[in-house]
């Protein structure tokens, strides 16, 4: 989930040669909890991995949400899937953007690519990196045995960003 997208969205940046560091945080929370990483992408040397209030957050959960939404600094950006969060507590000083990321993900048959499609929305919203840095991303990232679904994941993708620009208009 949210570590796969980290190391895409951490690898895409090295493609267009900015600056990265990928801090993920595994530990007991793995399997269903609040596992979560850092990405830092910079134009200028990064000083540490270590961030307590980002720019930009991305979640998958409730928990999540309830965890790391406190630390956004003002005036930033919370992109979270609406199909799996309903407890919307959201904080009035951020711009909060809700994606259907897993029902949009249903409609490709894989609901486990709803993180590819908050990647697109992502890129979509910032200009933060190119779908070609991303796709080259997935496809040097994906191991051997799972390289059939590079392709859902590139779909879910692209449905991120036509989400993006269909509510743009």
């Known amino acids: 989930g949210i570590l796969f997208f980290g190391r895409i969205l951490a690898y895409a940046a090295m493609l267009e040669n900015k600056e990265v560091t990928w801090f993920p945080s595994y530990g007991a929370e793995m399997r269903g909890g609040t ?5 830092i992408i910079s134009d200028e040397l990064i000083g540490s991995p270590v ?3 980002p720019d930009i957050l991305i979640v998958m959960n409730d928990e999540s949400l309830k965890k790391f939404q406190p630390r956004l600094k003002q005036n930033s ?4 899937d609406s199909s799996l969060i309903k407890d919307l507590s959201l904080r009035h000083d951020i711009e909060s953007l809700g994606v259907p ?47 059939k679904s590079i ?3 590139k779909r879910a993708v692209m449905e991120g960003v036509r989400f993006i620009e269909d509510k743009k208009g």
């Open 35 to 39: 596992a979560n990483c850092t990405v």
């Open 51 to 53: 961030v307590t209030n």
């Open 77 to 80: 950006l919370l992109i979270f």
């Open 101 to 147: 990321a897993t029902e949009i993900s249903a409609t490709l048959g894989d609901t486990k690519s709803a993180n590819m499609v908050l990647l697109g929305s992502l890129i979509s919203k910032t200009a933060l990196l190119e779908k070609t840095s991303v796709f080259e991303a997935l496809e040097s990232s994906m191991p051997e045995r799972k390289k």
């Open 151 to 153: 392709e859902i994941n």
